[in-house]
């Protein structure tokens, strides 16, 4: 088992996941389709205001879109009840880049 697998391993299994397995799994499988993505625990704030403590993926996915390739970073948060409930996708614009107003499949705050 890799370090990766190892950290995944314990994160999951610290933050309580109804299904840790498949948690894993599409983790993994993640991975190997996009090798930029990494996973980290980070506490994700709800516009209700409440508080979860969840797997969030970061990196880039690939898209095209006009006869060019773009590397869109992304966040990717895993709910407790994932995947049940769908996970909670945000754009992370870097410096330089915008969301474009009006977006309609990406709200102003990167929400997808």
């Given at each position: ?32 389709r ?34 060019a ?44």
């Open positions: 088992m890799t370090m990766n697998h190892m950290d995944l391993d314990e994160m999951v299994a610290r933050i309580g996941y109804a299904q840790p397995a498949r948690v894993k799994q599409d983790i993994m499988e993640t991975w190997q996009y090798a930029a993505m990494r996973h980290k625990a980070k506490t994700h704030f709800h516009s209700d205001g409440r508080e979860s403590f969840l797997v969030a993926l970061d990196g880039t996915v690939p898209i095209s879109y006009q006869s390739t773009y590397h869109i970073p992304v966040e990717v948060l895993l709910s407790k009840a994932y995947p049940n409930e769908a996970p909670f996708c945000f754009v992370r614009p870097v410096s330089g880049m915008k969301v474009k107003h009006n977006h309609r499949h990406v709200t102003v705050d990167g929400r997808v």
